[in-house]
């Protein structure tokens, strides 16, 4: 339960026995094995932001009751993951070669290019949770939040830090990600999605929607490998966001598709 807990610490801004972050005490082996719950925390946040949709929606109305259930969700996870975004978005957008690119991550001043891309992330994932149907939303808030964290393990386990040489400060939690742990992280992502698709006995929708995910995510992937040969938790971050909004687009024009009958049912 160790690497458990030190994930809900790390991943969240939850205080776990009067505890939050990474501890001095926190051994390297379990910091590092910490990473394949990652997803699992995601799950839960998707739990938590599903139930305070659920009970806003009884008194507001759904669009309304969807921007708090994303507060909630940012506040619990502590917008790492935007942060992250905004970095990569800024360090890629502006840096003109690989030293560049990592130096303007590091900054924790958000420039023109973090501030759109979180502006676009956040509207795409509003949009698409607004223009969901009634009873997706649970499929929709814990599957996003789960694969996405699966893919931006699985980057981080393909690729080498991209800071682990050269006098760079490391990445928080170490690296690279090992296969176990990586496979694991990877299994739990994909498990909300699969146990719907299974227990509704249509794969359609999770096929889409994990489908676009993971394209995007290699998409992602491609382009940082190519810029930086290697990852940072920035890019990990960002690619949880796009992946997760990703998800949302997908399960959306599935949704939407086959009402139109546009595509048929599995």
């Not at 926190?26 to 946040?45: M, N, W």
Request: glycine share 16%; net charge positive.
């Amino acid at each position: 339960m160790r690497p458990l807990t030190v994930s809900l610490r790390a991943f969240t801004r939850l205080s776990i026995a009067g505890k939050r972050g990474l501890q001095a005490t926190d051994s390297p082996e379990t910091v590092s094995r910490a990473i394949r719950y990652y997803p699992l925390i995601g799950a839960l946040v998707g739990f938590v932001m599903t139930i305070v949709y659920l009970l806003g929606s009884l008194l507001l109305p759904h669009a309304l009751a969807v921007v708090i259930a994303l507060g909630v969700g940012l506040a619990i996870a502590g917008a790492g993951h935007e942060g992250g975004l905004a970095g990569t978005c800024d360090g890629l957008g502006g840096g003109r070669t690989r030293d560049d690119a990592l130096r303007i991550m590091r900054d924790a001043r958000i420039g023109a290019f973090g501030a759109t891309g979180i502006v676009i992330l956040l509207l795409l994932r509003f949009e698409a949770l607004a223009s969901i149907q009634m009873g997706w939303e649970g499929v929709a808030f814990v599957g996003s939040q789960a694969l996405s964290r699966g893919l931006a393990v699985a980057t981080m386990m393909t690729m080498p830090p991209a800071r682990a040489a050269g006098g760079s400060p490391p990445e928080p939690l170490g690296g690279p990600v090992r296969i176990r742990d990586g496979l694991i992280a990877i299994a739990l992502g994909l498990a909300p999605a699969v146990s719907f698709a299974l227990d509704s006995g249509d794969v359609g929708p999770m096929t889409a929607a994990g489908g676009f995910a993971i394209l995007i995510a290699l998409l992602a992937r491609w382009r940082i490998k190519r810029r930086l040969d290697g990852y940072t938790h920035e890019t990990a971050g960002a690619i949880q966001q796009l992946a997760e909004a990703a998800f949302l687009v997908g399960l959306v024009g599935y949704t939407l598709g086959f009402d139109a009958g546009l595509v048929g049912s599995s």
